[in-house]
Each structure stands twice: as C-alpha cells, then as structure tokens.
C-alpha cells in the first residue's frame, strides 16, 4: 500500500521559515503536491510538481513565499515556506497522483493518494 508521510511541521513565529518534508513509499508517481486545511475551511491548494520537476504551479496565496521541489532519488518531495504568517496556521498534507497522462494536478480531486498531515503553527 502506497504511504505518504510528512513531516516538518511546528510552531514558528510570524515572518518565519519552515521546511516540509513528504516521503513516499512508492516511486510510481506523476504529479506530488501540498495542501493545507485550517480549522473550519476546506482543504487548500497551495503547490504542485511535475514528475522531472520542470513545471511548477502555486495558488496565488503562497506565491513568492513557498518553494516545491522533489528529490525522486528520494522520493521525496519538499515545502520550502518563508515569511510565515499568522494566516498560513494550518494542518499541511503532501499528496500524489498517479496519472501519466496530466502534465501537473492542480485540484483537490485529482490527486489519489495523501499524507496524514502535519500541524504548522504561526505565532503572531
């Protein structure tokens, strides 16, 4: 069974770094992705990776701030998150999807496996 599992999560005061981590158990896959849930809100697109890495793609919320890239020596793929904010407090999921045939996955829905989630937390 294919297992993502992130971590780097933690708490970080306001203007602060922090770096995620998703590690997959199987290398058969196409697009990797991070999203994020805060309380009460639905689950967030936020940044995607292409299978070489070549193409890149970040909700207008993150862009400037947060850096996807994936090591699939590793397979492994990474959230570089800088100038953390208060608003940026949220459970953050790696996710993957398997289709060969979409150039990169943007949404929700198009993904097929997911991580358990790692809690980030912003101090003001």
């Known amino acids: 069974q294919v297992q993502l599992v992130e971590s780097g999560g933690g708490l970080v005061q306001a203007g602060g770094s922090l770096r995620l981590s998703c590690a997959a158990s199987?290398?058969?896959?196409?697009?990797l992705g991070w999203f994020r849930q805060a309380p009460g809100k639905e689950r967030e697109f936020l940044a995607a990776i292409s299978w070489g890495g070549g193409t890149t793609y970040y909700a207008d919320s993150v862009k400037g701030r947060f850096t996807i890239s994936r090591d699939n020596a590793k397979n492994t793929v990474y959230l570089q998150m800088n100038s953390l904010k208060p608003e940026d407090t949220a459970v953050y999921y790696c996710?993957?999807?398997?289709?060969?045939?979409?150039?990169?996955?943007?949404?929700?829905?198009?993904?097929?496996?997911w991580g358990q989630g790692t809690q980030v937390t912003v101090s003001s």
């Open positions: 996710a993957a999807d398997r289709n060969p045939y979409l150039a990169i996955a943007t949404k929700l829905f198009e993904y097929d496996y």
């Open positions: 199987a290398r058969t896959f196409s697009s």
